[in-house]
C-alpha cells in the first residue's frame, strides 16, 4: 500500500507543479525538500483524503511539512480500508 501512495503522492504533485525530481522516501514536504506551500498542503491532504478515505485531524495536518514521503505513506497506508482502495 505504501508504494501506491507515494505513486499518488508523486502525481498529485506533479499535477500540482511541484518539482519532485530526485524525491524518494526520505525527502520532506517542507521547505528543505520539495518546498510545498501550506496551500499546497493542503490541496495534497484533501486529494489523498479523497482517493484513500482517511482523514487527517489539524495537528496532522500541520506537522505535514515537517514529514518525509516516506513517514506520510506510512501514517497514512494502516488508515486505508480495502474497501476504499481504488
Excluded at 2 to 7: F, L
Excluded at 76 to 81: C, I, L
Amino acid at each position: 500500500m505504501t508504494d501506491e501512495i507515494r505513486a499518488f503522492l508523486f502525481a498529485a504533485l506533479t499535477e500540482m507543479k511541484y518539482d519532485i525530481e530526485g524525491a524518494d522516501d526520505d525527502t520532506v514536504f517542507g521547505p528543505a525538500g520539495l518546498d510545498v506551500d501550506s496551500l499546497g498542503l493542503a490541496e495534497l491532504a484533501v486529494r489523498v483524503e479523497d482517493r484513500f478515505g482517511v482523514t487527517f485531524d489539524d495537528d496532522e495536518a500541520e506537522a505535514l511539512a515537517m514529514m518525509t514521503v516516506g513517514e506520510f505513506c506510512r501514517t497514512v497506508a494502516p488508515r486505508v480500508q480495502p474497501t476504499s482502495a481504488h
